[in-house]
């Protein structure tokens, strides 16, 4: 498997990028249009965010700022205020999703967790399009935004509807999105039950025997009748049938409640709630370097075609050629 190959940009590698290469019509619109209400964060170099509360009136000083200083990382709030260089009045925050391919609780490909390859990028941008899927068809969302962030990708959505959600209410949106949540009646046909059973079958699908050993009370000899017998337990849960999967030898309904609540926790991991929840984060910017692994942050316009290639700056291009 094709591990990229993967270095942290110099100083000089970012000033290049700042100067010849970033444009700030790569900028979203969604972003554009409100950036004066949002506040940029920077990490200068590769310390940490530490350099927060900025405000650019206009795109122009924001240029002026990413060409004289070639920032490690740039990242701009999810948040409008009114007051952004001091984080006050808050108005309002798109809702986001975080599916980081390096920390993917299931990858089919090996990677050790903090290393991705291009299917780790693979298995996060189909995790992303069947949580975009469900923000348009089940919440009916349609400003619904994708960016490749570096090592994986961000849902981003600016539909009025959710800007001014609580806390609170976008963690049941994550509860929703991922199956995170066991539902009071797992057999329904529709809504909520629906994609729980979905997302149950995706996890599913994606474990093996080692893996399924580490949810509570799983015997040996059960996880290996399951993982032989992957595609009928796998029918079952599509189905709703799951009294079905009580018919594997040694499945009690206690290791059945345990099984379920153990696919379950895997399938909130496949996004970072805690960045969905914080309606104060910074997110990357996309247009900008992400300098720790020299790849270009980018709004995806058309997830599907999207390829590695289009992330990666002329300088690492140029580079190889050399
Ligand atoms: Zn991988």
Known sequence: MNRME?????????????????NKREIPDFIL?????????FDLDGTGPKHRYNQFITVGQLEDFMRSRAPYSAFASVALYERPSAREGWLKSELTLDIDAKDLPLKTCGCPPGIVCERCIDEARRVAME???TLAGDLDLRNIYFVYSGRGFHIRVTDEAIMRLEQN????????????????????????SKIFRERVARTFSALDEEKLLTARGMRK????????????????????RLDELSSFEGMGAKTFGQLLEFLTRTNLGFTD????????????LPSSLH?????????????ERFRLEDAIPKFVREGERR
Not at 6 to 22: D, G, S
Not at 169 to 192: C, F, H, N, S
Not at 222 to 235: I, N, T
Not at 273 to 284: A, N, W
């Open 6 to 22: 993967m270095h942290e940009a110099t100083p000089e590698e970012r000033k290049l990028f700042y100067k010849e290469e970033w």
């Open 33 to 41: 249009h409100t950036l004066s209400l949002r506040e940029f964060g």
């Open 131 to 133: 949580f975009a899927e």
């Open 169 to 192: 209410e976008r963690g049941q949106i994550v509860e929703y999105i991922t199956g995170g949540l066991i539902p009071t009646d797992i057999t329904m046909a529709l809504g909520y």
């Open 221 to 240: 000899s059960l996880a290996r009748r399951l993982m032989m017998e992957k595609e009928r337990a796998l029918e079952a849960i599509r189905k709703g």
């Open 273 to 284: 709630g805690k960045v969905t929840i914080d309606t104060k984060r910074i997110l990357r």
């Open 291 to 303: 300098s720790g692994v020299s790849m270009k942050c980018i709004l995806v316009r058309d997830i």
